[in-house]
């Protein structure tokens, strides 16, 4: 069309629009080329010894008669008039030239509307080159998508937003106190979301075979506990929410999915737009599971043992290693099972027996069986202090009784 126009504006018979066609901008190729009213076909060729590579470098170009006499390549070719074509960094990207096989001449208006055209093919160059872009981006985002592992959801929730907003307006106050008085708003919510996109993993994850089965398993037979969280955490302004829920998939499975919708760039202001990424994490649920009966069967298991310990200790402390003691004779014994029953009671004990019969270790193993085990005990030769000390010694004093 932008040729065309040109064609028709200026009288001239051929018109062109090129753009590079390498990085070193060595060669050009033509995004239309007419005669006339004729689309002829598009070609690629070399800048060299051409008046185009005159004009890739930034300058206006025009020859009024016998062009082919500089520019042999162009046989055929008397006039050319062209101008370069810039992208908004000021780069040049391209250019746009009319010519013809007879002499020319070219008006003032002419070269505006060759610039003006060159303008426009400059814009629209550089649109073509983002839509190319946006394109190639999202080809490679839908291919990421649908073959990620992870089970992915592409949502839209203006109709959610838009309904909440109505809802706060008529019952002037916020959602949760909404949510809370009527239940329902949860569910109409939920019906209002707009699925756009599912991949493999999730349709499988939810035991369903395509996206349509996907979309109508949700709209009829499932509602997440953890939606109604999710709107109150976008409310607040968060644009992450994550939690843990239980699924009963429509194959009968039960899973448990940890669950992390996110909200797209560029709508963290409305939450209009967000995705959605469920794993499974039953089997590392189970294993928790599993572990924490082990962890605590482990735990009966050391009381147990830490308890057949202390009786095995006692024991043997009874009946093998009374304290310091070691004996075998049965008289012997009947003194120790009097040290055993005394030991645990506050009476005071007197030891009678000649010197060297044990007075002593019996008197260190009723103090080891006691309730005082824990403190010291503290031997005192009686005999061998003063008569005037011996109430201060046993007893003590206060300062200054004396």
Request: proline share 2%.
């Amino acid at each position: 069309s932008l040729a065309h126009h040109l064609i028709v504006s200026t009288g001239i018979r051929f018109a062109i629009v090129t753009e590079c066609s390498n990085v070193a901008k060595t060669r050009l190729r033509t995004i239309v080329y007419m005669e006339r009213d004729k689309y002829l076909d598009n070609f690629e060729y070399d800048l060299t010894d051409t008046p185009c590579d005159i004009v890739m470098r930034g300058e206006n170009y025009y020859c009024t008669t016998d062009l082919d006499t500089f520019f042999p390549k162009d046989e055929g070719v008397k006039s050319y008039f062209g101008v370069p074509i810039y992208l908004s960094t000021g780069e040049v990207i391209g250019h746009i030239a009319i010519f013809d096989t007879q002499p020319m001449k070219v008006s003032t208006k002419v070269i505006n509307i060759l610039r003006i055209f060159a303008a426009r093919a400059g814009a629209e160059i550089e649109r073509k080159h983002q839509d190319e872009k946006i394109h190639d981006n999202m080809a490679r985002y839908m291919s990421l998508f649908d073959e990620s592992p992870i089970g992915l959801v592409e949502e839209d929730y203006s109709a959610v937003k838009n309904h909440l907003n109505q809802l706060k307006e008529d019952h002037k106050t916020d959602i949760k106190s909404i949510f809370d008085k009527n239940p329902n708003e949860v569910i109409n919510c939920w019906r209002l979301v707009k699925r756009l996109n599912v991949n493999k993993a999730q349709t499988t994850l939810f035991g369903l075979e395509n996206s349509t089965q996907y979309f109508d398993f949700l709209s009829n037979d499932f509602l997440p506990p953890v939606f109604k969280d999710s709107i109150l955490a976008f409310e607040e302004g968060k644009s992450i929410f994550e939690s843990e829920m239980k699924l009963e998939s429509a194959m009968g499975q039960n899973k448990v999915l940890k669950i992390k919708r996110v909200l797209l760039p560029g709508s963290e202001k409305d939450w209009t737009k967000t995705i959605l990424s469920c794993v499974d994490i039953s089997d590392q649920k189970n294993a928790e599971e599993k572990l924490k009966e082990a962890l605590a069967e482990v735990e009966v298991l050391k009381e147990k043992l830490e308890a057949e310990n202390i009786y095995l200790q006692q024991e043997i402390k009874y009946e093998h290693n009374f304290e310091e003691i070691v004996t075998k004779s049965a008289v012997f014994k009947k003194v120790l099972d009097k040290i055993q029953q005394v030991a645990e009671t506050d009476a005071t004990v007197l030891i009678l027996g000649e010197s060297g019969t044990g007075k002593e270790l019996i008197s260190r193993a009723i103090h080891s069986m006691s309730k005082r085990a824990h403190r010291t005990l503290v031997k005192v030769n009686c005999a061998a202090l003063p008569a005037n000390l011996i109430e201060s010694e046993l007893f003590g004093h206060e300062k200054g009784a004396f």
